[in-house]
């Protein structure tokens, strides 16, 4: 090895202590006599000291070295002289007095800094993605990720899970996103589909009797991207037999806490993690993945509405729409030209998302104080006393009411309620609340298509006492899906699976799919369903969102080694890039254009 020490071990117990040591150059102090490097790897930083009187020629390489060049120590292990240690260092109680500096490679001077927190370009960071990943941030990134993925290896281990390996060349298995396609050479004009998940093939595997199945799974979905997506991401996937919904849900709750415990060493702020009912989520927070480390929640005061004075609001719930009240604890009490603004944002962040208006209605600063805001007027003495205990509203806070169709109103509740949770510092990045979302409908109605497109995907069982729906009333039948949220994210879905031949084959016309297009899809799946399948279910894992949120950062492309942008290019390698022409040829295929793309 050319180093017996790494950077981060060597401690006052190690003084007098001769080291070899190798890695990049952090950061030099020159000081005349005494250059002092902060020598870095994987594991810390060290400082060397070099002195000219007594290592003149380890002091003569010191003085050419630059930052992240790469070097070889040789020295000696002391304790820092009195007064020089450095309590943010794991190693700063000690220094090594090099002997001997040998220079193994130079640098160029790289195009953003290593060792400063500063903000960088995205652009320079995912070109020079390897001098990015040096950064320490980016180091504990990577190393957390690959700790839970550990953890998660080791916990299903223990509980007697095999990993297979799924096909990533393969045929279409929707979760709801494009397919991406890789020509067949030897079968021109045919194509591979990389897995959006490997769905179909885990439940084969169910299938094939395996019992409990696992595997850190690439995904593939062509997609717009967003912050928490990426077109190939992980996910870790599992799947039993002989299991009901809370199995399942017991299992991965069980393998949540043990990697929040024990990788990442925090505690849960729900344990067990609450279980909301979807339609719950929705008229409480907006969202099937509501954000749980806050409890603000919006009311229905339809009824209330209704009988008001208010115009807006008794067309509204005469029309079948929603009333909906939401309460920010405290936002009444800024001044008037403050409240003005806060109003003004808020109001326009409602109309982005749909609303026509955003109106409101603002406590008294202490009781039996005067309302603000037009809104109150409209309401009778009894109304708002009523109002005011189902929204529990207290002297100094602010209500806002919505009213649309249904849809709009949960898309308002929700941004709202993660603006006004924001503003309010009630989000802290150090809270872990995970919940369970049950009771998904089977299906959402897709109205451009004129058909139902399944909530989770096509081989989601509905609930069993739900079955008949599956003929009668298919909006009304729900799934036995189960989703995972995280601080506003979805981290975890799945569901108990179709097991029957007859009943998967009725969810094709349902989603808009001839039975024969299925048979020619999946016959594969609907044939093996007639011979001895086991009940089973299963569920999937983000893993880039998991280790997002466990490392606090705002996207998941911190968390991944080598990300694309949200144009879904890697613009370190250039990829994705034209093919050749022989390689077009040798495939069969020909590009074809459209008016806009051609450069
Ligand atoms: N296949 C689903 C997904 O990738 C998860 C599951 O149902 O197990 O989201």
Not at 502 to 512: N, R
């Amino acid at each position: 090895m050319l180093k017996t020490q790494n950077c981060g071990e060597l401690r006052p117990a190690h003084a007098g202590q001769e080291v070899l040591m190798a890695g990049w150059v952090f950061r030099r102090r020159d000081q005349g006599g005494l250059i002092f490097i902060d020598l870095r790897d994987r594991w810390g930083i060290t400082q060397v000291v070099v002195n000219q009187e007594t290592s003149p020629d380890a002091h003569r390489v010191a003085d050419s070295l630059r930052n992240e060049y790469v070097v070889q120590v040789r020295g000696l292990v002391r304790q820092r002289p009195e007064g020089t240690a450095n309590s943010e260092l794991e190693t700063g109680d000690i220094e090594v007095v090099a002997s001997e500096i040998t220079l193994l490679n130079a640098s160029k001077t790289p195009p953003f800094y290593i060792n400063q927190d500063t903000k960088i370009d995205e652009v320079a960071r995912m070109k020079y993605r390897y001098l990015d990943l040096r950064r320490p941030k980016m180091q504990e990134n990577i190393i957390l990720r690959h700790r839970v993925v550990k953890g998660m290896r080791d916990y299903l281990d223990k509980l007697d899970f095999v990993e297979i390996e799924t096909p990533i060349l393969f045929k279409t298995t929707p979760e709801g996103a494009r397919d991406f396609l890789v020509p067949s050479r030897l079968m021109p004009g045919n194509f591979y589909a990389l897995p959006q998940s490997p769905q179909q093939l885990k439940q084969l595997l169910m299938v094939a009797g395996y019992e409990r199945y696992f595997q850190i799974a690439r995904c593939f979905r062509d997609e717009d991207l967003r912050g928490d997506r990426q077109p190939e991401f992980t996910q870790l996937d599992l799947e039993m037999s002989f299991v009901q919904r809370e199995d399942i849900i017991t299992l991965i709750e069980g393998l949540m806490i043990y990697l929040t415990e024990q990788v990442l060493g925090k505690t849960p702020m729900f344990k067990p993690f609450p279980r909301i009912k979807y339609i719950d989520a929705m008229e409480m927070y907006g969202s099937d993945k509501p954000d749980l480390r806050y409890e603000l929640a919006a009311v229905d005061i339809t009824d209330l509405a209704a009988a008001s004075g208010f115009q807006v609001f008794k067309s509204s719930a005469a029309a079948g729409k929603p009333v909906k009240a939401f309460r920010a604890p405290g936002m009444a009490l800024r001044s008037g030209t403050a409240l003005r603004k806060l109003m003004d944002d808020l109001e326009t962040l409602a109309r982005a998302n749909g609303a026509k208006g955003l109106a409101w209605l603002g406590m008294p600063e202490t009781e039996g104080g005067e309302l603000k805001g037009p809104v109150g007027k409209f309401f009778g003495a009894e109304q708002l006393a009523e109002l005011f205990q189902r929204t529990e509203a207290k002297p100094g806070d602010l209500l806002l009411f919505i009213t649309d169709e249904r849809e709009t109103v949960y898309r308002i509740v929700d941004v709202l309620r993660r603006t006004i949770a924001h503003e309010l510092g009630l989000d802290d990045p150090e809270k872990l609340a995970f919940g369970w979302i049950i009771d998904f409908p089977m299906f959402y109605w897709n109205e451009e298509e004129q058909r139902w497109d399944p909530s989770q995907h096509m081989f989601t069982m509905p609930l069993p006492e739900d079955l008949p729906l599956l003929d009668t009333d298919p909006g009304a039948a729900r799934g036995s899906q189960y989703d995972l949220a995280l601080n506003g994210y979805e981290v975890a879905g799945g569901s108990i699976r179709i097991h029957d031949r007859a009943v998967q084959e009725k969810m094709f016309p349902l989603i808009g799919q001839s039975l024969e297009r299925a048979r020619e899809q999946f016959g594969h799946m609907l044939e093996a369903f007639e011979y001895g399948v086991p009940p089973h279910g299963g569920v999937a894992v983000g893993v880039d969102r998991l280790v997002m949120l466990y490392a606090q950062e705002p996207n998941i492309r911190e968390v991944i080694a080598f990300p694309k942008t949200q144009a879904g290019a890697d613009i370190m390698a250039h990829a994705p890039s034209p093919a050749e022409p022989k390689q077009l040829e040798e495939l069969g295929i020909a590009v074809v254009y459209k008016e806009d793309e051609k450069e």
